[in-house]
């Protein structure tokens, strides 16, 4: 039976549709069926002091905590729920080196100036080898993949997007290539992609086995870690931070929040620049091993760049794992199943009709400009951000180079610059606008996929 969390507040829409409560799905994933216990970890009580405080831990709070205390810093890590209780723990589990589909390098060096957008480039590019090195260094049992990530295109019209695609990447030394129609659809088994950027970096994983084992691996470098441990309020006590959680108090010289989009608003203006987005999860039952000699063969993870993309998985026991947006919470968690899933064999013809086994969701947070952020709200207080939906890679790098930063270790610049937070102005009715445009985006994938079988 799972217990309800006290975190993930359900937004209004999900109130009114009487959605279920996004926190109970945690516990109805199918990475919390397969994933090692969590290691042992107490909650906050009485008053304790260290130099960083760092709250909240996913992938950006642990990664973060982990180097830190590889650099010898005092570190203590708090935690509202457990590890992987945020979109950590819910995810598809694919470790992408790139940040969303249209960020490409010369877009982030527009936007982020040359030096930042050649980082930030840099950080995400390697962001995949990291993840797949932390997890062999500290030995942490997560089905990890590294077998490379696809991005099919769906019409012939994305060839010279593609292109020009893979040579910004490797103009950056990157490993990635383009696929041809035919290796695009040999890889997928789907005969409706028309070439593929693939980076043989990527892959995929158990993304709550990573998370608990990313945590495992900071407290055994020396970070503490107190779970069941919510912030409730932070204030300035002399030239220290105050953290206020039920049981205790922790106070500072360096506070930074990885808290994500779950509502909380230790910070509101920081918190005001995430666009709240819930995703459904599906995964089937163990299918037919002889099935994955034609869909994804490789084992590789897959996700098309279509405006409503298509992305999907094999797990270790033979599911198939898929996922996305839907227009509207009512009905969500059925709806959401079935729909995923039609959408996966409108593709692959070859996948006969099954029922989700495992239906979750998980709440991502959005900037308007899919950019990650550091944002400093007083003497040295910082909230970190960086999900934006392809958030795997990036929060483990994102964390080593902050950890860096905070240790004042030479050569770990920063990939983004330290900004003052820019709300936007009601986010809670901006993550309506993604579900409102559903449709429309559901209308250019269409259009452009008619035009794609006329052409041939
Ligand atoms: C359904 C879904 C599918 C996705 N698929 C992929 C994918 O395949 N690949 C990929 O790279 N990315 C994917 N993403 C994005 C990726 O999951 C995120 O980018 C990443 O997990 C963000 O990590 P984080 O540490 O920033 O935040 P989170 O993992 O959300 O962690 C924030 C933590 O802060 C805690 N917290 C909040 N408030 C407090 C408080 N007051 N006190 C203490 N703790 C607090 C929360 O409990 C939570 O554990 C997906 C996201 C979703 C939702």
Redesign the pocket.
């Known amino acids: 039976m799972p217990i309800a969390h006290e975190?993930y507040r359900p937004n209004l829409w999900e109130r009114l549709a009487k959605a279920p409560h996004p926190s109970l799905s945690f516990q109805a994933s199918l990475w919390h069926a397969m994933a090692p216990a969590a290691p042992p970890m107490s909650s906050l009580s009485g008053d304790i002091e260290t130099d960083v405080a760092v709250?909240?831990?996913?992938?950006?709070?642990f990664s973060t905590a982990l180097h830190l205390a590889e650099a010898g810093v005092e570190t203590v890590l708090?935690?509202?729920?457990e590890p992987?209780?945020?979109?950590?723990g819910?995810?598809?589990?694919?470790?992408?080196p790139n940040l969303i589909t249209g960020l490409d390098p010369a877009v982030m060096r527009q936007n982020l100036g040359a030096t930042h957008g050649q980082l930030i480039c840099e950080t995400v590019g390697s962001g995949a080898e990291l993840v797949f090195n932390i997890i062999r260094d500290h030995k942490i049992d997560c089905q990890a993949r590294q077998n490379g990530w696809i991005q099919p295109i769906h019409t012939p019209e994305k060839q010279p997007w593609l292109a020009d695609r893979v040579a910004q990447w490797q103009a950056l030394g990157r490993p990635v290539e383009a696929l041809s129609r035919d290796q695009a659809v040999a890889e997928t088994g789907s005969e409706v992609y028309h070439g593929a950027f693939f980076d043989p970096t990527g892959g995929h994983l158990n993304?709550l086995a990573y998370c608990r084992g990313l945590a495992a691996a900071a407290i055994k470098t020396g970070a503490k870690v107190f779970c069941r441990?919510?912030?409730r309020t932070i204030s300035r006590r002399g030239d220290r931070w105050q953290i206020n959680c039920d049981g205790g108090t922790l106070i500072a010289k360096r506070l930074l929040l990885?808290?994500?989009t779950?509502g909380?608003k230790?910070e509101a203006k920081a918190e005001g620049t995430q666009i709240p987005i819930t995703?459904f999860?599906v995964a089937t039952p163990p299918l037919d091993p002889e099935l994955r000699k034609t869909i994804l063969p490789n084992d590789r993870a897959s996700a098309d760049i279509r405006k409503e993309l298509v992305?999907f998985r094999w797990t270790v026991d033979n599911r198939l794992v898929t996922?996305g947006l839907l227009a509207s919470p009512f009905g969500a968690t059925a709806r959401g199943a079935s729909y995923h899933l039609q959408r996966l064999q409108q593709m692959l013809p070859q996948l006969p009709a099954v029922t989700a086994e495992y239906i979750w969701?998980?709440?991502?947070g959005a900037a308007t400009d899919f950019m990650p952020r550091l944002m400093q709200f007083g003497d040295n207080g910082w909230s970190a951000?960086?999900?934006?939906?392809?958030?795997?890679?990036?929060?483990t790098a994102l964390g080593r180079r902050l950890a860096g930063w905070l240790a004042g270790t030479a050569n770990m610049p920063l990939p983004v610059p330290v900004t003052k937070a820019d709300p936007v102005a009601v986010p809670s009715l901006a993550s309506l606008a993604f579900s409102v445009w559903l449709p429309w985006n559901r209308r250019i994938d269409r259009a452009e996929l008619k035009r794609a079988k006329k052409s041939g």
Request: proline share 2%.
């Open positions: 975190g709250v909240g831990g996913g992938y950006l709070g708090l935690e509202a729920d992987g209780f945020g979109a950590s819910r995810n598809t589990g694919f470790v992408v993304p441990s919510r912030a990885t808290t994500n779950t909380d230790l995703l999860q992305a996922g969701q998980g709440r991502l951000i960086a999900c934006n939906g392809r958030g795997m890679a990036m929060t």
